[in-house]
């Protein structure tokens, strides 16, 4: 168990949204404030940790032929397990990120970490594992809100900071409202992804020109 090849590989080398593009659904529909990308990456950590460690302790007994059936109900108990939480606990959350929360169900992130590590690592490196993707996921999240919220509604921090209200940073007359739409989160996707590939292929080409 590596532990700082795994925090890599979740943050950076391979983050689940910015280089292996898995759960484009949320990043592109929910990434408008602050509140909501904070807000689905804490439930994702969650769930992919928890779900992590329960397919790896439960790994050699799963048969092979129904293996994404037993995840699927695994993921599923602990979205649920959320989910109700979120409703009694955080509900301005829960209205607002609405269908997408037990859609986590179906998230390619955690259904994918769950067939392609958990199911074949130790409990305490499919932990890790869970802990280290979910952080990624959450950060292509955050990057992603602040872009969009500040670009397309001239805020930083609505429905977490100064009473929910955020700050304002740009005069309303001046942004770009098409930000917050879905044609925004298309670009703005690209752009951060596009910037990642970018700075994550310089060291390769400094090996090349070494050589």
Do not use: H, W
């Amino acid at each position: 168990m590596n532990v700082k090849k795994q925090f890599s590989e979740g943050l950076v080398t391979q983050n689940p949204a910015l280089v292996q593009l898995l759960g484009m659904c949320p990043l592109l529909a929910i990434t408008t404030s602050l509140f909501n990308g904070l807000g689905m990456g804490v439930m994702v950590i969650a769930v992919l940790t928890c779900s992590n460690v329960v397919i790896s302790a439960l790994r050699k007994i799963i048969p092979s032929k129904v293996r994404i059936a037993c995840y699927i109900v695994v993921i599923a108990g602990f979205v649920t397990m959320v989910d109700l939480l979120i409703k009694g606990f955080v509900p301005a959350l829960s209205s607002s990120l609405g269908l997408f929360i037990p859609l986590i169900v179906v998230n390619c992130v955690v259904l994918g970490r769950a067939e392609g590590f958990a199911s074949k690592n130790s409990i305490g490196a499919s932990a890790l594992d869970g802990i280290f993707q979910g952080i990624g996921y959450t950060v292509a999240l955050v990057i992603m809100c602040v872009i969009r919220e500040f670009l397309g509604a001239g805020t930083f921090g609505a429905g977490l900071l100064n009473n929910g209200a955020g700050f304002q940073i740009l005069p309303t007359d001046v942004v770009a409202l098409g930000m917050v739409l879905p044609v925004g989160g298309f670009l703005t996707l690209g752009v951060v992804i596009a910037v990642v590939q970018y700075f994550m292929s310089k060291p390769k080409k400094n090996k090349e020109v070494a050589k």
